[in-house]
C-alpha cells in the first residue's frame, strides 16, 4: 500500500526544546491509524508540525511522495490535509452554519472537490442542522465536537488528522461521534486519530503506534498489538514492531 | 430649540466621524492594531484629492471615482508592507511603526503642500441647505450621513453574508483555526486594510468638502476614530457608527455651550463612558 | 528538574551570585563623575552649554521614563506630554502665582503628575494594548485644552516666569546645574537601583511573560501601576526643570506632542528595555537634531521612517545589535551564578 502521508525523521522543537526526535509514521489511502501515548509524549506537536505549525525541512512531511513540510497552514488544507483541532477551536461569535461555511467557501474558493457538502454533513450529524443558526458557544462539548469534525471534512480532505477528539465527552456522545467514522473512510479519507484512551483507539483504527518523549516506541497492527506491548511502549522500553 | 438644533447638528457631524471609525473597528476586530497613521491618511487623501480638483479641473464625484480605488491600493500597500510584518500578539511592534509612519507621512505632506489649510471646492453644494422647522440643515451634512449609514449597512452586510465577511469573521476570532480551515490570513488581513483604507477615500472627499484640511491635523481625525469605536463598544460595526454619533453630539452641544469647549466635550464624554461602561454602549459584557 | 547542588547550611556556600561586571562596575564609575560634572557646571561651562546640557538631560529623562514603561511594564504611552505640562504648570503657578521660592516649587510640583497619574491609570487600564496608547493621546489633550480655557493659568496666551529675574545668573546656572544633575540621578540612577532589585527581577519576568510572572506571585497589575505613576512623575520633573529654563508655558508647548516622537525615537533606536539604549539613542538624536534639524520637515520624514524601519527589522535597536556581538552592559542588571567548588583548596 503507498502512503498518502507520511513523516521521514521528523524533528520539531518550541524555541531551544526539542518536542520530536526523527518521527517515521504513515498512512495508507483509506485507512484509519491511531497515534496514542502519555501527556506530553508528542502526540499533538506531531499533529501541529505536520500541519505547518511548527517550522519543519520539507522532506520530512510528505503528502503523495512529495515534499509539504513547513508550508504554511493554508496550503496544508488546500493540498487536502485537514485537523480537528486540539479543544476543537470554533469561530466564537458565528453561528454553527457560518462555521462550517467558512470551510464551505475556502474549499469553493481552493477548487477542492470531495463527497462532503453541509446537507450530507447535516445527515451524518442531524444536531448540526437543527442547530444551525445557534452561536456556537452555546452548544455542548459533544456537539462543538461536531461541528469542528465537521468543519475539517468540508475542506474535503484526503487525510483527517483528529486530535483528542473524545476527551471530555460523555461516552454515549463519544460512541455518536466514532460512529461517523466509517462513513468518512468509505470516502477513501485516510484517518488519524490521536487518542488518550487506549481501548477506544485500538477498536477504532486498523493500525496504532505510540510515542514516548518525542520518539515512536510501538508501531503495529492494532488487531495483534497486546496489552502488554501497550504498556511497554507506553511508560518505556525499547521499539518493538508487531 | 437651540439644543435640538446642536443635537441635529451633532448627528450630522457623527456622521462624518462614522466614516473615520469604521475603518478603525475593522482593523481592530481583525488584526487587534491601531493603525497610528489613519488620520493621517485622510489627510494625505484629501490633500491629494485638491490636488487632483486644481490641477484637472475634476468635480467632487470625479475626485472621489479616483481616491476612493487609490485609497484602496494605499490599505493594501500598507498591510503588505508593513503591518504583515508587525501584526501579533505584541502590540508595541505595530504602534511603533504606524506611529513612524504617522511623522514620516505628516512632514512629507508639510513638504509638498505647505502647512497651509485647503479644501476642496464642491461646486455650491456645500453652502446649500435646508430649512425644516426653524432649523437650517445642509445639504452636504445630509449627504455625508447618509453615505455614512451606507457605508456601515454594507460593511455589516458584507461581514454578515459574503465569503469574505466569514473567512474574515473566522480570522478575527481565532487565526491559527482559520488557517486550518483553508484561510490565508494575510490576504484576509491585506482585503480588511485595503477596505478600512478604501473607506477613508470617501471621508478625504467629505472631509475636504465640509472644512478644510492641513497635514497636522491628522492628528485629531485618529483621536475622533478611536472615541467613538471605544464609546460604541467594539467588535461591531454599528456599535462605530453610533460611538460616532455620540460623539458628534456631545461635541455640538459642547459647543454650543462655550465655543472652547467642544472637542473637550467629547473627550470628557469618552472618558466617562471609559469609566461607568469600559465595554461600550454596545459591548459585550 | 535538574539538580543543583547545594551545600549544607552549616559549610561555606558553593555558590555565589556575581551582580556588577568589569564594564558595569567602569561605567558606575563614568555615571558618577557625570553626575558631579552635571552639578559642578557653572564652574566650567557657559550659560549657553548649560542650557543646552539641560535640554539634553530632560530628553534622557524623559526617553527613560517611556522606556520603563513600554520596555518593561508593557504600557506603549504617547501621552507622556501630559505630565510634563501639568508639572510644568504646576510649578509655574506656585512660583508666580503664590510666590514660592521656584526650586521648591519644582519639588511640590511632582505632586501633580502623582496625583493625576491615579485617576488616569484606572481609567486607561481597561483599554486593550495598542487602544491604551492613543488613550493616553486624548488625556494629554484633555490636559491641553483644559489649560487652554483655564482662566487662572492664563488660558491660550500661557505664562511667564518673570519670579526668575530676583536671582542673578550665576545663580540660575547653578539652579540649573543641580536639577540636572538630581533628575540624571533619579531617572537613570533609579532606574537601574530599581532594576536591581527585586522589584526588577519581577519586571523582567513580568515583560518576557506577564501569564507565568502572575502565577509565580508577581503582581503585575500593582507594579504597572506602580511604574505608571513614577513615570509620571519622572516627565512631571523633567517639564519643571525644562519650563523653568524656558521661562516660558502656554498649552501648546507645555503638551507638545514631540515629546512623544522624541521619547519614542530615542528608545527604539537607541534599544528598547536598556538604560544603555536610552543613552545612545539620545546621543543619536541629539547630534541628528543639532545636524539636520535646520532641514525641518525632511528631518522629520526621515526619523519617521527610521522608526518604522527599527519595528520592522531591529526591533531591539542599536544596543540590542551590540549586546548580541559583545557582553559588556553598563548597566548589568542580570545575576550570574558563580561555582565556587573548583577554587577550593
Keep these: 500500500m503507498t502512503a498518502v502521508l507520511s513523516t521521514h525523521g521528523l524533528i520539531a522543537r518550541y524555541g531551544d526544546f526539542q518536542a520530536l526526535y526523527g518521527v517515521d509514521i504513515d498512512l495508507a489511502e483509506g485507512e484509519a491509524v491511531a497515534l496514542i501515548g502519555a501527556n506530553g509524549a508528542g502526540k499533538s506537536t506531531f499533529l501541529r508540525a505536520v500541519m505547518g505549525l511548527l517550522r519543519v525541512a520539507p522532506d520530512m512531511v510528505r503528502l503523495k511522495g512529495q515534499p509539504i513540510g513547513g508550508m504554511a497552514t493554508d496550503r496544508m488544507v488546500q493540498m487536502g490535509i485537514s485537523i480537528v483541532p486540539e479543544g476543537r477551536r470554533l469561530f466564537t461569535g458565528m453561528s454553527v452554519e457560518d462555521n462550517l461555511r467558512v470551510a464551505v467557501d475556502q474549499a469553493q474558493r481552493m477548487g477542492r472537490k470531495g463527497g462532503w457538502s453541509l446537507a450530507r454533513l447535516q445527515a451524518l450529524f442531524p444536531i448540526l442542522k437543527d442547530k444551525a443558526r445557534t452561536p456556537v458557544e452555546s452548544l455542548s462539548g459533544g456537539q462543538q465536537q461536531m461541528v469542528a469534525i465537521g468543519r475539517a471534512l468540508l475542506c474535503q480532505p484526503s487525510v483527517l488528522l483528529c486530535d483528542e477528539i473524545s476527551l471530555g465527552l460523555a461516552p454515549k456522545v463519544i460512541r455518536e461521534i466514532y460512529a461517523a467514522l466509517p462513513e468518512i473512510r468509505a470516502q477513501g479519507t485516510a484517518v488519524m486519530l490521536v487518542e488518550q484512551d487506549v481501548g477506544l483507539a485500538q477498536s477504532a483504527s486498523d493500525r496504532l503506534y505510540c510515542m514516548l518523549e518525542g520518539r515512536v516506541t510501538l508501531s503495529g497492527r492494532s488487531a495483534e498489538v497486546t496489552r502488554d506491548q501497550i504498556g511497554a511502549a507506553y511508560f518505556g522500553g525499547s521499539h518493538a514492531v508487531v | 430649540m437651540q439644543w435640538f438644533d446642536a443635537l441635529v447638528q451633532g448627528v450630522l457631524l457623527g456622521g462624518m466621524y462614522a466614516q473615520y471609525a469604521l475603518g478603525m473597528a475593522l482593523m481592530f476586530g481583525v488584526m487587534r492594531i491601531v493603525n497610528v497613521s489613519h488620520g493621517d491618511l485622510v489627510i494625505l487623501l484629501s490633500l491629494i484629492g485638491i490636488s487632483l480638483a486644481s490641477s484637472f479641473g475634476f468635480g467632487p464625484v470625479t475626485v472621489m471615482v479616483a481616491l476612493v480605488p487609490l485609497a484602496v491600493i494605499l490599505g493594501w500597500l500598507l498591510q503588505k508592507a508593513i503591518l504583515n510584518r508587525v501584526v501579533g500578539d505584541d502590540p508595541l511592534p505595530s504602534l511603533i511603526a504606524t506611529f513612524g509612519l504617522s511623522l514620516a507621512l505628516q512632514n512629507l505632506m508639510l513638504q509638498i503642500w505647505s502647512a497651509n489649510s485647503r479644501s476642496l471646492p464642491g461646486g455650491g453644494i456645500e453652502s446649500k441647505s435646508i430649512q425644516i422647522g426653524g432649523i437650517y440643515i445642509g445639504l452636504l451634512p445630509v449627504i455625508v450621513l447618509a453615505f455614512a449609514i451606507g457605508l456601515t449597512f454594507a460593511l455589516d452586510l458584507m461581514l454578515k453574508r459574503s465569503r469574505f465577511g466569514r473567512a474574515l469573521r473566522a480570522a478575527a476570532a481565532d487565526v491559527e483555526a482559520a488557517s486550518m480551515t483553508g484561510i490565508n490570513p494575510r490576504r484576509v488581513y491585506a482585503a480588511a486594510t485595503a477596505i478600512a483604507v478604501g473607506i477613508l477615500g470617501f471621508a478625504a472627499v467629505f472631509q475636504s468638502l465640509r472644512s478644510t484640511v492641513a497635514p497636522a491635523d491628522g492628528g485629531a481625525q485618529l483621536i475622533y476614530a478611536f472615541e467613538a469605536v471605544i464609546i460604541g463598544g467594539m467588535g461591531s460595526v454599528w456599535g462605530a457608527f453610533i460611538g460616532s454619533m455620540v460623539l458628534g453630539i456631545s461635541q455640538a452641544i459642547g459647543f454650543r455651550i462655550d465655543p472652547g469647549f467642544g472637542v473637550l466635550a467629547g473627550h470628557l464624554v469618552f472618558l466617562l463612558v471609559l469609566a461607568t461602561r469600559p465595554q461600550g454602549l454596545f459591548g459585550k459584557g | ?345
Design chain 3, 1 to 345: 528538574m535538574t539538580s543543583i547542588p547545594i551545600s549544607p547550611a552549616s559549610a561555606a556556600p558553593a555558590v555565589t551570585v556575581r551582580r556588577q561586571t568589569t564594564s558595569g562596575r567602569i561605567a558606575l564609575t563614568l555615571f558618577a563623575i557625570a553626575i558631579l560634572a552635571l552639578a559642578l557646571m557653572p564652574w566650567w561651562a557657559k550659560t549657553g552649554t548649560i542650557r543646552m546640557v539641560l535640554e539634553l538631560c530632560c530628553y534622557i529623562a524623559v526617553a527613560q521614563m517611556w522606556n520603563m514603561l513600554a520596555g518593561y511594564a508593557g504600557l506603549v504611552s504617547v501621552g507622556q506630554q501630559a505630565f510634563m505640562g501639568a508639572a510644568g504648570y504646576a510649578m509655574f503657578v506656585l512660583a508666580q502665582t503664590f510666590g514660592v521660592n521656584p526650586f521648591l516649587a519644582i519639588a511640590l510640583s511632582l505632586v501633580v503628575p502623582a496625583v493625576l497619574a491615579v485617576p488616569c491609570y484606572f481609567l486607561l487600564h481597561r483599554l486593550d494594548g495598542p487602544y491604551f496608547a492613543i488613550g493616553t493621546w486624548v488625556v494629554a489633550e484633555v490636559f491641553r485644552l483644559v489649560s487652554t480655557n483655564l482662566g487662572w493659568v492664563n488660558a491660550g496666551a500661557g505664562m511667564s516666569l518673570t519670579v526668575m529675574k530676583d536671582y542673578s545668573a550665576f545663580q540660575r546656572n547653578i539652579a540649573m546645574s543641580l536639577l540636572c544633575a538630581v533628575m540624571i540621578l533619579l531617572t537613570i540612577g533609579g532606574s537601574y537601583w530599581f532594576l536591581r532589585s527585586r522589584y526588577g527581577l519581577a519586571l523582567i519576568a513580568m515583560r518576557d511573560n506577564p501569564v507565568a510572572a502572575a502565577s509565580q506571585g508577581v503582581n503585575v497589575k500593582r507594579l504597572r501601576f506602580m511604574i505608571y505613576v513614577a513615570a509620571a512623575v519622572g516627565c512631571g520633573l523633567a517639564g519643571s526643570v525644562y519650563f523653568m529654563a524656558q521661562l516660558r508655558i502656554n498649552p501648546a508647548s507645555a503638551f507638545d506632542p514631540m515629546w512623544s516622537n522624541l521619547a519614542i525615537f530615542i528608545v527604539m533606536v537607541g534599544g528598547i528595555a536598556s538604560i544603555e539604549g536610552v543613552l545612545i539613542g539620545t546621543a543619536i538624536y541629539f547630534v541628528a537634531d543639532r545636524w539636520f534639524g535646520a532641514y525641518g520637515a525632511s528631518y522629520f520624514v526621515v526619523l519617521g521612517v527610521m522608526t518604522v524601519l527599527v519595528a520592522l527589522y531591529a526591533r531591539t535597536g542599536i544596543w540590542g545589535l551590540v549586546s548580541r556581538r559583545w557582553d559588556a552592559p553598563w548597566f548589568p542588571i542580570r545575576r550570574h551564578l558563580i561555582l565556587k567548588t573548583e577554587e577550593k583548596p
